[in-house]
C-alpha cells in the first residue's frame, strides 16, 4: 500500500541516509523502480511532475496504475506516491486522486504567499495522512516546464517555512535541474549548514540529484538532506540503452520490434541506475 514519506524520511535523518526519489514517466519506469526497490529492501519515492501527470492521462490513472502494481508485483517495501514542483491547484487535484505526499512548489511567490498558500495545504494534507513538501529557494535549471534561477535559499525563510509543519523542506543551496554545467560551482554547504541549523530535525530535500559528485552528496546527507530526487540520470540512461538496442539492429531480428523488446534494455538500465542511487544514499536494506 502507498504510505506518506513523513516516517520514512524521519527515520533517514535518524539513520544518516536518504530515500531517493526517482520520477515516473510510465509504466516501464514505475515497474523498474519498483521492482529495484523490492529486490534491495529500500524505501523509495516516487515523483511524479505536472506534465508527467498529464502525459500519463491524468493523476487518477497513475495512482491507480501505481497501486495495482505495488499490489500485483508483491511489494512490501514501503512506498510513498509524491506530487513534484506542484502547483497550488495541482496539489488539490493528487489529492483528490489519492497521492500519499504532496510538494508545493511557492518559491516563486513572495515570502507572505508561499507561507499562506503552503499553510492551508499543510492543513488540508494533514487532515487527510498525507505528507508535504515545500521549497525556499528556486531550484535552478529548466524540469518539465519549471524554470528556476537557482537562488541559494534565505535560512530565515526556511524556517518561517518550517514553522508551518511541513514535513520535508527543498532549500536551494546551487542545486538545478537536468545535466549540470562544466563550470558549476557546486552545492553551497554553508548555506545548507546555516539553514539546518534554523529548522533542526526537519529533513532537507536535495532536487536535482542527477549529476552531482558523490563526495557532495555524502556530505549533504551528513548536513541533514534525507530526501534526494532523481530524474534526468534515469531519463538518460534509458535512452542509451533504447539506442543501442536500435543501432545494432536488434529491432529488426525476429520480433525485436515488440515493444516489450525494444523497451526491455532502457528498464534494465533504470533498475542498475536506480540501485546505484540506493547505494550512494546509503537506503539499500532499511525497508
Not at 508545493?104 to 515570502?111: A, K, L, R, T, Y
Not at 549540470?180 to 539553514?195: M, Q, R, S
Not at 556530505?219 to 534526494?228: E, N
Not at 542511487?277 to 539499500?284: A, C, R
Amino acid at each position: 500500500m502507498l504510505v506518506s514519506a513523513t516516517e520514512m524520511l524521519k527515520e533517514a535523518v535518524e539513520g544518516h541516509y536518504a530515500v531517493g526519489q526517482f520520477n515516473i514517466n510510465n509504466l516501464e519506469w514505475t515497474k523498474a523502480i519498483l521492482l529495484t526497490a523490492e529486490e534491495n529492501k529500500s524505501p523509495v519515492i516516487l515523483g511524479v511532475s505536472e506534465g508527467a501527470g498529464k502525459y500519463m492521462t491524468g493523476f487518477p490513472t497513475v495512482t491507480a496504475m501505481v497501486k495495482s502494481m505495488i499490489d500485483c508485483l508483491g511489494i512490501t517495501v514501503p512506498v510513498a506516491l509524491h506530487l513534484d514542483h506542484g502547483t497550488y491547484e495541482g496539489c488539490y487535484k493528487c489529492v483528490k486522486a489519492g497521492f500519499s505526499s504532496i510538494m508545493f512548489d511557492g518559491s516563486h511567490f513572495p515570502i507572505e504567499e508561499n507561507i499562506e498558500k503552503t499553510t492551508e495545504l499543510v492543513h488540508v494534507a494533514h487532515n487527510l495522512g498525507l505528507s508535504i513538501e515545500a521549497e525556499v529557494g528556486s531550484i535552478g535549471g529548466e524540469e518539465d516546464g519549471v524554470i528556476g534561477a537557482g537562488e541559494v535559499a534565505d535560512p530565515v525563510e526556511c524556517k518561517k517555512i518550517a514553522d508551518l509543519g511541513v514535513d520535508f523542506l527543498a532549500a536551494g543551496i546551487g542545486n538545478i535541474h537536468g545535466k549540470y554545467p562544466e563550470n558549476w560551482a557546486g552545492l553551497d554547504f554553508n548555506a545548507l549548514a546555516e539553514i539546518k541549523k534554523q529548522i533542526g530535525d526537519l529533513p532537507l530535500v536535495l532536487h536535482g540529484g542527477t549529476g552531482i559528485p558523490a563526495e557532495m552528496i555524502k556530505k549533504a546527507i551528513s548536513l541533514g538532506v534525507a530526501k534526494i530526487n532523481v530524474n534526468t540520470e534515469c531519463q538518460l540512461y534509458f535512452q542509451e540503452a533504447t539506442r543501442k538496442y536500435i543501432e545494432e539492429g536488434k529491432d529488426l531480428q525476429g520480433k525485436g520490434f515488440d515493444p516489450r523488446k525494444l523497451l526491455a534494455p532502457g528498464v534494465e538500465a533504470i533498475k542498475t541506475i536506480v540501485k546505484e542511487k540506493m547505494e550512494l544514499f546509503g537506503s539499500i536494506g532499511k525497508a
